[in-house]
């Protein structure tokens, strides 16, 4: 088959590791025989330099002309973030672009690579029960794109974010979340606030209202200050998390932790009319960019994700995860997953394994 792919690589660790996973899916399509037309764009400060803006109007039309994005991370270093080419950036690049697209449903998976037991902080046993859960977080609405104000009010400065869900919005969320339960466990469990908070309230009655063109998957409601405890407490309870903006954002952090790492995790980002993007949730890592030493895991699994979702590319994606967990099998460690008696591995050498797998 013949795709056109918007690559757009970003800031930070964002080029680096899109260097690799772009390298793994060269290596995929010769195996099977696939055409992945590449096309380049520039998002977050990367376009900034060039055209002063985080989301150009050339890579708008460029993803607008492709059958899906992969993006790679947006966003500056600490000490710079007060310069305007980092000022909003990741509201007007990432966020815009989930809004221009209308990607309203984000797919997060978290799962513990068998070989990577001893990454996960939680004991043993509870380890051993597996974890293996997928969030599905909401992503056009809720606080991130409510009303916004700065004011003054009797001297004094005051600040305004509205969280805001229409039905709708929570309605295709909830059809998306059940539809992946039933390709799994078969049970959603659907996290909100509704004790206080009104959207809550909201989230919840249509949420009932969709589970039940579900009977064959289990419904639970979970309040989200619990849902943070259970996740530690006993995170192989969960199948499927269904989320808002929000409280999805800061859980699946919190998930991640699980797995050992952000730099393991993969994202897709998709909207009603099945066209993605993908993106590892693990941020620019400013920290460490340029130096090769970034895991490359999690924007390889999200090029797998891609393949799988919008592609149909099953067998293809399941090579990709098999041969990164060949790769861990064989002892590979960059230094995000090694342990003090592991040498570290660079960027390249973690994929030059994969792909050796592949
Ligand atoms: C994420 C990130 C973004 C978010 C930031 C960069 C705006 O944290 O994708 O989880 O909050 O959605
Ligand atoms: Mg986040």
Same mark, same amino acid.
């Given at each position: 088959?013949?795709?056109?792919?918007?690559?757009?690589?970003?800031?930070?660790?964002?080029?680096?590791?899109?260097?690799?996973?772009?390298?793994?899916?060269?290596?995929?399509?010769?195996?099977?025989?696939?055409?992945?037309?590449?096309?380049?764009?520039?998002?977050?400060?990367?376009?900034?330099?060039?055209?002063?803006?985080?989301?150009?109007?050339?890579?708008?039309?460029?993803?607008?002309?492709?059958?899906?994005?992969?993006?790679?991370?947006?966003?500056?270093?600490? !000490?710079?973030?007060?310069?305007? $080419?980092? %000022?909003?950036?990741? +509201? #007007?690049?990432?966020? &815009?672009?989930?809004?221009?697209? /209308?990607?309203?449903?984000?797919?997060?998976?978290?799962?513990?690579?068998?070989?990577?037991?001893?990454?996960?902080?939680?004991?043993?046993?509870?380890?051993?029960?597996?974890?293996?859960?997928?969030?599905?977080?909401?992503?056009?609405?809720?606080?991130?794109?409510?009303?916004?104000?700065?004011?003054?009010?009797?001297?004094?400065?005051?600040?305004?974010?509205?969280?805001?869900?229409?039905?709708?919005?929570?309605?295709?969320?909830?059809?998306? !979340?059940?539809?992946?339960?039933? $390709?799994? %466990?078969?049970?959603? +469990? #659907?996290?909100?606030? &509704?004790?206080?908070?009104?959207? /809550?309230?909201?989230?919840?009655?249509?949420?009932?209202?969709?589970?039940?063109?579900?009977?064959?998957?289990?419904?639970?409601?979970?309040?989200?200050?619990?849902?943070?405890?259970?996740?530690?407490?006993?995170?192989?309870?969960?199948?499927?998390?269904?989320?808002?903006?929000?409280?999805?954002?800061?859980?699946?952090?919190?998930?991640?932790?699980?797995?050992?790492?952000?730099?393991?995790?993969?994202?897709?980002?998709?909207?009603?009319?099945?066209?993605?993007?993908?993106?590892?949730?693990?941020?620019?890592?400013?920290?460490?960019?340029?130096?090769?030493?970034?895991?490359?895991?999690?924007?390889?699994?999200?090029?797998?994700?891609?393949?799988?979702?919008?592609?149909?590319?099953?067998?293809?994606?399941?090579?990709?995860?098999?041969?990164?967990?060949?790769?861990?099998?064989?002892?590979?460690?960059?230094?995000d997953i090694a342990s003090t008696a592991e040498t570290p591995v660079s960027t390249a050498a973690m994929a030059d394994k994969i792909i050796?797998?592949?």
């Amino acid at each position: 088959m013949e795709c056109k792919i918007a690559v757009l690589p970003g800031d930070g660790i964002g080029p680096e590791v899109m260097e690799q996973a772009l390298r793994v899916l060269d290596a995929v399509g010769r195996k099977f025989s696939h055409k992945f037309h590449i096309a380049q764009g520039l998002v977050g400060g990367a376009a900034y330099d060039v055209y002063r803006t985080h989301f150009p109007d050339e890579t708008r039309k460029l993803c607008e002309q492709s059958d899906a994005i992969l993006f790679g991370s947006v966003g500056g270093p600490v !000490a710079e973030l007060h310069l305007e $080419k980092w %000022r909003s950036c990741e +509201t #007007s690049s990432i966020l &815009a672009i989930r809004k221009a697209f /209308s990607f309203n449903a984000n797919f997060r998976p978290v799962r513990i690579f068998p070989e990577l037991k001893g990454l996960c902080p939680l004991r043993s046993e509870v380890v051993e029960r597996g974890v293996d859960l997928l969030f599905i977080r909401e992503l056009n609405g809720d606080i991130y794109f409510g009303r916004k104000e700065n004011l003054v009010r009797d001297g004094k400065r005051v600040a305004v974010d509205v969280a805001e869900y229409t039905e709708d919005q929570i309605f295709s969320v909830t059809h998306t !979340a059940f539809q992946a339960a039933r $390709k799994r %466990r078969k049970k959603v +469990t #659907s996290v909100d606030k &509704a004790n206080v908070l009104h959207v /809550s309230k909201l989230w919840r009655e249509v949420v009932h209202e969709v589970a039940k063109e579900y009977p064959d998957v289990q419904l639970e409601d979970m309040l989200v200050d619990n849902c943070a405890m259970q996740l530690i407490r006993n995170p192989s309870q969960f199948d499927v998390v269904l989320t808002g903006n929000m409280f999805g954002d800061i859980l699946s952090d919190e998930g991640a932790v699980l797995a050992g790492s952000l730099g393991l995790l993969a994202s897709a980002s998709i909207n009603a009319q099945g066209f993605g993007l993908y993106e590892p949730p693990g941020g620019s890592a400013q920290d460490i960019a340029g130096k090769g030493v970034a895991n490359p895991i999690a924007q390889i699994l999200s090029a797998a994700m891609m393949l799988r979702f919008s592609f149909s590319l099953g067998n293809e994606a399941d090579a990709i995860e098999r041969a990164v967990s060949s790769a861990l099998s064989a002892g590979l460690r960059t230094g995000d997953i090694a342990s003090t008696a592991e040498t570290p591995v660079s960027t390249a050498a973690m994929a030059d394994k994969i792909i050796s797998f592949i």
